[in-house]
């Protein structure tokens, strides 16, 4: 902590926490009842209440913080935190909220971008699902119900557990949260052979703005649809998602090939693009840019590191990878067969012989502050463009930099761009992930990252998809454009939503003026219901 007085912020903040608590004191002590009273399991809601006057409410908030950008002393804080062990808990938290007019944000993994699912400006509840995490797999019909607060990382676990050929196409981070992550579509080493993780769930559990716990019958297909890659947050509280397993073999070969810049590494990342949608569909191959010291003493190079996952063993990889990809010049020695599982821990960079356990740690090993942003690519980005990324990443602010290049072809490629909200599919040779990270805790510090990033982006401009620059909401960035206070148009809205959305924007919003015409489910980047009022009033 910084001295007292070293900075007005906090002080400021403190004040004004204060002043928000004692308007809200009183409608807070009759939200509290209301939850006791409206709770059918009364007995039980109160050890999952926690207040700033709660010992542990500082460590429950934290908990689940992926970025330390968004738990400074200036962070707007919830006035109650709830960690639900019952469906009626929600219920009751979904009601009381209502009837007292607090806005709550719900929170699974806690991975949010910019940290909507736990930062709000205006009062509000915290409902975090951390204890609603149970996961029952069905090997024989290859389908398992998973609840929000489970991470992916607890689901491949217990995938593995049933059966070494069930897997699952999800993310990447063990940590990531199924809440948001499927809500929003989830990208992983499986996409080119099985899609998202949005585009194979078969059946949901929603608690609506009424309080009512609808499935797939009950909430209709054009809700069922919204909630599977309309971003986290806007329709309801997902208490489960049921999902439909894939058939991963025994044996899976992954590897990962460095090369800097003068083992060629522009030439194979622009090769690169031209492959990626013609690959088979069973094999996946990523790159990783970052700047590193080069071998010569003082001076820095680029590292492209394809990083790859085959979907067999490493005598039918070879071949495949000396047809397709020759200049990379993979060798056996490069290649590492394992199980599917093993291929997780390996992807996640748990590489030293760490048991399939680290997978059930919600905590990850590091927790840095960053920035990202994402794009599209489709059209090859020409090596003169390469270069001109390089560049940079030797400025200052960008050695901490990362992009991340995941192909695109194969499945989805096939699926098309209204079946599910998620609209990025066919069209498309890579998305682009960037990202800069940073240990410095002063303001300062993180305005020159995220200009960095910002810089980088604006120079990407004319080598991505246009009209819109296509975005993931997954990757939610604030910068896309927000939702004004309080209700917002659906003309300001449509900014960033024809962005994550496309066409999908008007589908979503139709579903939302009916489920939710008040906008009770709302945070800066929420889909809007249309409402005469605001359209009068054109913002
Ligand atoms: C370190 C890191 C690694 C990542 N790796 C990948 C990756 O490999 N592939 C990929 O596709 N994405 C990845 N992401 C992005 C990730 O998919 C999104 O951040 C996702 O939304 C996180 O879900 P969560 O539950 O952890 O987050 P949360 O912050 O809990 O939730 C995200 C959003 O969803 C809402 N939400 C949460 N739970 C629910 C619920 N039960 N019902 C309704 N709304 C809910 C929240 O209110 C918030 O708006 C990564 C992000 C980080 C920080
Ligand atoms: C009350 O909650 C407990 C645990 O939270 C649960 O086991 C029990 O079934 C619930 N009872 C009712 C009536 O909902
Ligand atoms: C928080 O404090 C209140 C008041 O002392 C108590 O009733 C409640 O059970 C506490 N919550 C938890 C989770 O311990
Ligand atoms: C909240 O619960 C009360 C009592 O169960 C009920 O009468 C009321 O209609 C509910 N309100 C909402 C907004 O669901
Ligand atoms: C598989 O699904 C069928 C039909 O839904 C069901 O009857 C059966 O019990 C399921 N198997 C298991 C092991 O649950
Ligand atoms: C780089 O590419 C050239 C031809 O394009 C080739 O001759 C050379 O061997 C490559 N260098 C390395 C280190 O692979
Ligand atoms: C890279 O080089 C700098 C100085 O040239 C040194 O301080 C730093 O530790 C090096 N980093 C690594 C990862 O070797
Ligand atoms: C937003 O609009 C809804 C529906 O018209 C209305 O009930 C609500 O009070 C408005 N909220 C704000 C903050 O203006």
Redesign the pocket.
Known sequence: MKPLGSSLFPFAFAFLFSFFWATWAHTHENFQQCLTLGSENSSSISKVIYTPSNSSYSSVLQF?I??PRFSTPATPKPLVILTPSHVSHIQAAINCSQTHGMQI?????????E????VSDVPFVLID?IDLRSISVDAENSTAWVQ??A?IGELYYRVAEKSRTLGFP????S???????F??????TLLRKYG??ADNIIDAQ?IDVKGRILDRASMGEDLFWA?RGG?????????SWKIKLVHVPSTVTVFTVNRNLEQNATKLVHRWQYLTAKLHEDLFVRVSLTSVNSSQEGKRTIQASFESLYLGGIDELLPMMKQSFPELGLVREDCIEMSWIESILYFADFRSGESLDVLLNRI?PTRNY?K?KSDYVQEPIPELGLEGIWQRFYEKDGETGLIVLTPYGGRMSEISESATPFPHRAGNINKVFYAVFWEEEETAASERYISWIRRLYSYMAPYVSKSPRAA?????DLDLGTNGKGNTSYRRASIWGNKYFKNNFNRLVHVKTIVDPANF?R?EQ?IPPFSSGWKKRGD
């Open positions: 689940s992926q970025n944000r719900v929170r699974s993994g806690g991975h949010d971008l940290g909507l699912s736990y699902l929000a607060g991470t999800a993310g990447i981070t940590t990531v949260g199924v809440g948001g992550h809500s929003g579509g989830g990208y992983g998202l993780a929603l909630i971003g986290g947050g806007n329709f309801g509280i997902v208490l990850p960053f990202a993931y909401v997954n990757y939610r489910f945070n929420s």
